[in-house]
């Protein structure tokens, strides 16, 4: 089943953070209700609109009930009658988008409504646990690995031995990354930065340096998706729906099919099949950023080079503003912010940009827009390309 056009985003809303703080000691919940209030307002809708609700956050942390749909919908006051709690890591509010537009499609909702808050850095380091599941702990924590960055190392370390991916590559999008957030006021790191920056910085997990790696901060966002009925009475205009796919390839690093490539080849496929578009028809991509390896490993996975040319796409600051490939317009989870799960802030700005918003960093006439999601150790993928009339 396709779901091109099957639906429309007609809302967007974040909360703003100071230092990668959320203000006044909020709550997740109440990060995600102002998130959800501002996207609803955006689209010119209420919560009585809402029949559909979707989230996701760090289940079995400190708090966790705070993430559950339950209790969301109840601190919303609204009775949805479609739910979804689909847990998949940073690709998570990606997945959200297909399942909804499919929803909506189906005729069981009309107005879908996806959340996600965080309070991670609030809450750091004194709550903020991960405890594997014993499956892993089993056969990787008792050997040192730390996760998740020893998943992407690891990765990253591949791909220099099988292509002589070097480090001076991964600057180059560190860099880049933070010249758009020079340009975004609401990025939480705005300073200068250069490739020897990045080079003479700390190594936290080698290859990776710590400009490699994404921010730790506080965060929320939100997105309303409507059916084609609906959009043509919402205050902004649609930005539609146009392709879409998922994957997933492994769950813990041991089972890593290929350190070299992501399911992104499956899921960006079904995505620019079902849209029908080609690479070079889209004008701004935002990729996940957890870290400078997950960006280049999904630039080859999803077709925009070949395997092993990531570091010569990406050099002379190509990715850069004023550069011939725009990517991650807002700073990204390098320099932008990251609150646990940067999904949900590629699909904002990706809308964003298609509606001309963006300010200083708008890139030029932007009409197809694509955002990719990475899940857990570069385990689950998910791929939307965006459009405007």
Same mark, same amino acid.
């Given at each position: ?28 919940? /109440? ?47 609204? /009775? +949805? ?30 107005? $879908? ?18 405890? #594997? #599941? ?28 099988? &292509? ?11 860099? $880049? ?33 710590? &400009?490699? =790696? ?5 965060? *929320? ?12 009475? =919402? ?8 392709? &879409? *796919? ?10 890593? +099919? ?26 701004? %991509? ?14 080859? !996975? ?8 990531? *570091?010569?796409?990406?050099?002379? /600051? ?39 918003? =963006? ?19 570069? !385990?689950?993928?998910? %791929? ?6």
């Amino acid at each position: 089943m396709s779901i091109r056009k099957a639906a429309a985003i007609v809302g967007v809303g974040d909360v703003e953070t100071e230092k990668g703080r959320v203000p006044n000691g909020m709550s997740v919940l /109440q990060v995600q209700a102002l998130a959800a209030k501002r996207a609803l307002d955006d689209a010119g809708l209420t919560f009585d609109d809402v029949d559909g609700l979707f989230t996701a956050g760090f289940w079995g942390m400190p708090g966790d009930g705070q993430f559950n749909v339950l209790a969301l919908a109840e601190y919303l006051g609204i /009775q +949805p009658k479609y739910m979804d709690s689909t847990q998949i890591g940073g690709s998570s509010f990606e997945a959200h988008v297909g399942h909804a537009a499919a929803a909506i499609k189906a005729g069981l909702i009309d107005v $879908a409504l996806i959340v996600y808050g965080s309070t991670q850095k609030t809450r750091l380091p004194s709550e903020f646990v991960v405890v #594997p #599941p014993a499956h892993m702990s089993q056969y990787e924590i008792p050997y040192g690995i730390s996760l998740p960055m020893a998943g992407y190392a690891m990765a990253a370390h591949r791909h220099m031995h099988e &292509y002589g991916l070097k480090s001076e590559h991964l600057a180059e999008i560190a860099v $880049a990354t933070r010249k758009w957030a020079q340009l975004n006021p609401a990025a939480t790191m705005r300073d200068p930065l250069t490739i020897e920056d990045v080079l003479n910085s700390p190594v936290i997990l080698d290859p990776l340096h710590l &400009y490699d =790696c994404c921010l730790v901060t506080d965060g *929320g966002g939100a997105v309303v998706l409507v059916s084609p009925e609906r959009a043509k009475n =919402c205050k902004k205009k649609p930005i539609w729906v146009l392709g &879409y *796919g998922e994957s997933l390839s492994h769950y813990t690093v041991q089972q890593f +099919p290929d350190m070299t490539m992501t399911s992104a080849a499956i899921s960006g496929k079904a995505a620019f099949e079902m849209a029908g578009v080609t690479h070079d028809d889209i004008d701004v %991509v935002e990729i996940y950023d957890s870290f400078t390896i997950t960006v280049l490993l999904t630039l080859e !996975s999803l077709g925009f080079c070949k395997r092993g040319e990531g *570091g010569d796409f990406v050099s002379n /600051q190509r990715t850069a503003p004023g550069g011939d490939f725009p990517l991650n317009t807002n700073g990204g989870g390098l320099s932008y912010g990251h609150p646990g799960m940067y999904g949900m802030f590629l699909l904002i700005e990706a809308v964003r940009q298609l509606r001309g918003e =963006c300010g200083e960093r708008q890139v030029k006439d932007a009409e197809l827009a694509l955002a990719a999601g990475t899940g857990c150790y570069l !385990s689950s993928t998910s %791929v939307v390309i965006l459009g405007r009339d």
